[in-house]
T-cell receptor
Framework: DAGVTQSPTHLIKTRGQQVTLRCSPK?????VSWYQQALGQGPQFIFQ???????QRGNFPDRFSGHQFPNYSSELNVNALLLGDSALYLC???????????????FGPGTRLTVL | GQNIDQPTEMTATEGAIVQINCTYQ??????LFWYQQHAGEAPTFLSY????GLEEKGRFSSFLSRSKGYSYLLLKELQMKDSASYLC???????????FGTGTLLAVQP
């Protein structure tokens, strides 16, 4: 049973460009969250997708957008890249929808984005 | 506001016991997680507390006091492979949004 997978592993972009990161959730999971982790910091919540809709959003600008597909996989898009967007982008998945009881989130290995 | 505090770095000796503390101030508390993260890797789940008290799982234990907004992770019989960052995260509200602390970088020395 494959866990959460993300692609690509590493990515280098220049300021002003756009980037798309991809995530496939763990089998049986229907909810995907995206986090940004700067070096030496804890992950920061970007947004969460369930039933192909953005359900909750953290304090990130509109340059950050996403999508969830019918197979529960998800994309994170970042437009007009800034140097400060350089970070590890983590995808986490869970089952059971948005709320409910304890539902452990499983993290993918992340995509390391470097903006030059 | 929402705030989670944990020490930035800790050092301990192989075979010893170490306690990593976490204090939090959040709205709509709905559980506290501890994750382990090795450099360059994804966070991996260690423990979850939603009620007051101690949860033990092998060499790792986690404690929660909701009235004090306080948790700790206890690691026993430390091994070199326990050198990693330990993240405290609070589940906020009814959804699964996790608010993370900055992490505590633990160095286990021989």
């Amino acid at each position: 049973d494959a866990g959460v997978t993300q692609s690509p592993t590493h990515l280098i972009k220049t300021r002003g460009q756009q980037v798309t990161l991809r995530c496939s959730p763990k089998s049986g999971h229907d909810t995907v969250s995206w986090y940004q982790q700067a070096l030496g910091q804890g992950p920061q919540f970007i947004f969460q997708y369930y039933e192909e809709e953005e359900r909750q959003r953290g304090n990130f600008p509109d340059r950050f957008s996403g999508h969830q597909f019918p197979n529960y996989s998800s994309e994170l898009n970042v437009n007009a890249l800034l140097l400060g967007d350089s970070a590890l982008y983590l995808c986490a998945s869970k089952d059971g929808g948005l709320a409910g009881l304890y539902n452990e989130q499983f993290f993918g290995p992340g995509t390391r984005l470097t903006v030059l | 506001g929402q705030n989670i505090d944990q020490p930035t770095e800790m050092t301990a000796t192989e075979g010893a016991i170490v306690q990593i503390n976490c204090t939090y101030q959040t709205s709509g508390f709905n559980g506290l997680f501890w994750y382990q993260q090795h450099a360059g890797e994804a966070p991996t789940f260690l423990s979850y507390n939603v009620l007051d008290g101690l949860e033990e799982k092998g060499r790792f234990s986690s404690f929660l006091s909701r009235s004090k907004g306080y948790s700790y992770l206890l690691l026993k019989e430390l091994q070199m492979k326990d050198s990693a960052s330990y993240l405290c995260a609070v589940k906020s509200g009814a959804t699964n949004k996790l608010i993370f602390g900055t992490g505590t970088l633990l160095a286990v020395q021989p």
